[in-house]
């Protein structure tokens, strides 16, 4: 009798724990559903499909004509493979000018619909004007270059050049693991690298980055994303790092020369992180160097840190939520006013 009443209640504690793992896991596919029907959380990750190996020389890029997602919202190319809306139809009609737009995924305007980013605002504010968008995610200043000097010279239509300038592109790590899933083996992989993706656990964060929104969620407001990927990037632009910083900043004074010698007129726009827009002044000192290197070269830039600030609104509604340095709707606006200052 005693051994069955033992194993009755060995029993019961099974289910008990069976149960309530059940119930807790029902809980939370409630709520990663309910996060999926809002939208407000965007998943990040895109489809192995929008990129191509070797579009512009060594530099990847994005499919042609393909319909993709990336951060959850659908985007589309067109033969160049750069980003369209989606019901963007090709035209012979003269256009009074053309501008190309040098970028990465801050440019390329993930997690957001094309018409709202501040290339599509662009597109749409000057019907006449033909706007080619090239920017990849994960792309550098390396492959900005690329891009000038494999498609500049077939299409001398273009009469304007913006590169948005993202802090991280003095940093190759975006761009290699987006290469490590197509096996490109284009680029060299730091030890630094490779150790920040060993193990069991960094690989189950990032499964979960890109396929949990609730995880996401979670992780957004009990930790602090934007900052910490602030100070990895602000490294960068330390005086101890500055051989780095001016190997990698390199190319974008090539690109300078090389439009200079077209009479092709360059502006950079430096993106700032949500961490820099939460106080006025603080934080800014990648673009102190920034503006006094481009400044130094004679290469025309912008920096909307001003723009944004004089909304008086707080940082967050400027960007995807939680995210570090990819823009909102409301940022897309910001920054077009402050790239139309040249236009």
């Not at 190309?100 to 290339?119: Q, R």
């Not at 273009?158 to 490590?180: G, K």
């Not at 499964?207 to 602090?224: C, I, M, P, Q």
């Amino acid at each position: 009798m005693y051994n069955a009443v033992v194993m009755n209640k060995r029993y019961l504690n099974a289910l008990l724990v069976v149960c309530s793992v059940v119930v807790v896991f029902g809980v939370l596919c409630v709520f990663e559903y309910a996060l999926r029907l809002s939208g407000s959380v965007k998943p990040l990750s895109n489809s192995r499909e929008l990129f191509v190996v070797n579009a512009f020389g060594v530099s990847r890029g994005n499919a042609k004509i393909i319909g993709a997602f990336s951060f959850g919202e659908k985007v589309y190319t067109d033969k160049y493979g750069f980003r369209i809306p989606k019901d963007y139809k090709e035209t012979d009609k003269h256009f009074s000018g053309t501008i190309l737009v040098l970028g990465d995924s801050i440019a390329f305007g993930v997690g957001v619909k094309e018409e709202d980013t501040f290339v599509g605002l662009v597109r749409s504010s000057l019907p006449d004007a033909r706007v080619y968008n090239s920017a990849v995610v994960g792309y550098n200043s390396y492959d900005y270059e690329n891009v000038i000097v494999h498609f500049l010279p077939s299409h001398p239509e273009i009469n304007r050049v913006y590169l948005i300038y993202c802090l991280n592109d003095l940093n190759s790590q975006s761009a290699e693991l987006i290469d490590s899933e197509l096996n490109t083996g284009t680029r060299n992989v730091t030890l630094l690298d490779k150790a920040r993706h060993l193990g069991v656990l960094a690989e189950l964060n990032e499964f979960l980055r890109a396929k949990s929104l609730l995880y996401l969620y979670l992780k957004g407001l009990l930790t602090d994303p934007q900052m910490r990927f602030y100070m990895a990037e602000s490294l960068y632009y330390n005086a101890d790092n500055d051989v780095i910083f001016n190997k990698n900043i390199q190319p974008i004074v090539n690109i300078a020369r090389t439009l200079k010698a077209r009479n092709i007129p360059f502006t950079v726009i430096i993106s700032p992180y949500e961490a820099q827009l939460r106080k006025k002044d603080t934080l800014l000192e990648p673009q102190k160097k920034l503006s006094a290197f481009f400044s130094a070269n004679g290469i025309d830039f912008i920096d909307p840190v001003p723009d944004f600030l004089a909304k008086g609104v707080p940082s967050k509604e400027f960007y995807l939520f939680c995210d570090p340095m990819h823009f909102s709707e409301k940022g897309h606006r910001v920054m077009f006013g402050a790239l139309m200052r040249r236009l």
